[in-house]
């Protein structure tokens, strides 16, 4: 067969992507997707048919097989990694019974029946009974069980996207542990279903154990391309399907974050921190860490919720100007905006934002603001305002996790849409005073489901090798010493007191105006 490749796929919430990786970590071949987000019959919903993806998938692996004969052939495993927290319910034949309910719907279920009495106690105890409540509305299983009693009498297994593509490919109800993020009766320590039947998560989370599906360890061979999926796609019948990862687990994955010291920023939808760690913790209280794709590792993760959908938003509700300038250049306004950071010093003349335009359920009062506002200011200073507000957010979680860990980090790897500005990968080594590598491909996830695959098929044999020949560095941004001084005292003296300032503020806004709790 010669040399030996893995087609990676990456199904995130705006596209799909087919990707052929080399052993080199070169990405030869691909095809993107773009679908429809998701659709809304109520405000504040979020739904998409499953077999969207998996249509988009098809086309995109059949696109590259037309475009790369030779490439395809050389094909050795396919490898999936897909968003996260958004389920599949299927029936005893596989088919799926309604659209999922994605990650970022903001519906909640009523959950009348008041949780157990020793819950009560150990919530209250530990303080966290109100997140708990958060969490156990938010469960998409319960709010189907509540309004929609029919549909989950009929549901048989209740999976991932992740899985659902696994199934696809293979007919087996089995999905990877790495990919276990979502609202499910999951223990992330011990990387396996809860075993305990009395556990507060079977309650919580609502999802009865026959429901669920087979879980393995990420690297191993979920099973084989079946003859109904290879008429789909292309693939060869018979061709090994191992088990990925989360996006954001893959990405970090792909930017050669493998111990503590080192972490991965992703510049998405969500902007994330995560790091590897070879010990479980909870970066934050009932918030554990992530089952990462090394095996006997975990991914502890602070997210900002909107993250940089704030750049959607603000090019939607504030730059006209630079989206018609961009349409003429044929640039996309964001390359454009992006050129017009430098034109603002560090820290936008004292423009301070707390990106909290999404609470998060262990700050589920929290809204954003934008505070500092003088007559100098401008829309671009909102605009470098919010990618800075975005790196304190995530300053703020690489200390939560730096504190827990017991280590400190010595780099930062960056992914993500916003990763391939300049601007903003010199803002953030600014403002994290560290140097920031960005590697040879945008597409970081789709390269460390890659890596999975070779180490998977035994071309490398384990992570350590596999990083060492698979991942390089194209572009590292090293701190300005003068503008980190500048964005350690804002950090510290001003953003740091915003939520602790703010926070009954918001409080009163939510109880006059009757703003609903996520």
Avoid at 25 to 34: P, Q
Avoid at 454 to 466: H, L, N, R, S
Wanted: aromatic share 12%; net charge positive; hydrophobic share 35%.
């Amino acid at each position: 067969m010669g040399e030996k490749r893995i087609l990676s796929i990456d199904c995130g919430t705006q596209s799909v992507r087919a990707m052929i990786f080399d052993s080199k970590g070169n990405l030869i071949a691909e095809d993107r997707r773009e679908i429809q987000p998701y659709f809304s019959k109520k405000p504040g919903w979020a739904e998409q048919n499953p077999e969207v993806y998996w249509r988009n998938a098809c086309q995109a692996m059949r696109t590259v097989k037309e475009n790369n004969p030779e490439e395809w052939g050389k094909i050795a495993a396919i490898v999936v990694t897909t968003l996260r927290a958004t389920e599949v319910l299927l029936d005893k034949n596989g088919e799926v019974i309604r659209p999922s309910i994605l990650w970022l719907d903001q519906r909640k279920a009523r959950c009348k029946e008041p949780l157990r009495f020793s819950d009560r106690i150990i919530f209250s105890i530990t303080s966290m009974r109100r997140t708990i409540e958060i969490i156990r509305k938010h469960s998409t299983a319960n709010w189907i069980k509540e309004n929609e009693p029919q549909i989950w009498d009929k549901t048989y297994k209740y999976m991932l996207i992740s899985g659902f593509f696994n199934y696809k490919l293979t007919g087996k109800f089995v999905d990877s542990i790495a990919s276990q993020i979502g609202f499910l009766p999951f223990d992330y320590k011990n990387k396996r279903w809860e075993k305990s039947k009395n556990s507060w998560k079977w309650y919580i989370f609502g999802v009865e154990p026959d429901k669920l599906y087979k879980l393995v360890e990420a690297g191993s061979i979920i099973g084989r391309v079946a003859k109904s999926a290879a008429e789909e796609t292309g693939l060869k019948e018979g061709l090994p399907v191992v088990a990925g990862g989360s996006d954001k687990g893959c990405e970090t994955l792909g930017n050669g974050c493998a111990d503590p010291s080192s972490a991965s920023l992703s510049f998405g939808t969500t902007a994330t921190v995560q790091i590897t760690s070879p010990t479980y913790f909870e970066p934050l209280k009932f918030m554990p860490s992530y089952p990462a794709v090394i095996p006997g590792n975990y991914n502890p993760e602070i997210e900002i919720f909107r993250g940089y959908w704030m750049i959607s938003w603000f090019k939607k509700e504030f730059a006209e100007k630079e989206v018609k300038e961009a349409g003429k250049r044929h640039i996309s306004a964001e390359k454009l905006l992006n050129q017009r950071l430098n034109e603002i010093p560090p820290g936008s003349q004292g423009l301070m934002l707390q990106p909290y335009w999404g609470p998060h359920v262990k700050t589920p009062d929290a809204k954003g603001s934008i505070i500092g506002f003088g007559d100098v200011h401008t829309r671009i200073h909102i605009y470098r305002a919010i990618i800075e507000g975005i790196n304190y957010a995530l300053m703020d979680g690489l200390e939560k996790i730096e504190k827990k860990s017991k280590v400190k980090v010595q780099r930062i790897m960056v992914a993500g849409g916003g990763s391939q500005s300049d601007a903003i990968c010199q803002i953030t080594a600014d403002m994290f005073n560290k140097s920031v590598y960005r590697i040879n491909t945008h597409e970081v996830s789709g390269l460390g489901a890659a890596i999975i695959g070779f180490v998977g098929i035994g071309v490398y044999k384990d992570y350590e090798e596999a990083i060492k020949n698979m991942v390089h560095y194209k572009s590292i941004f090293n701190p300005n010493s003068e503008n980190s001084k500048i964005y350690k005292k804002l950090y510290k003296d001003v953003y740091k007191r915003i939520y602790p300032s703010l926070k009954r503020v918001y409080k009163g806004i939510k109880r006059i105006t009757n703003y609903p709790e996520i």
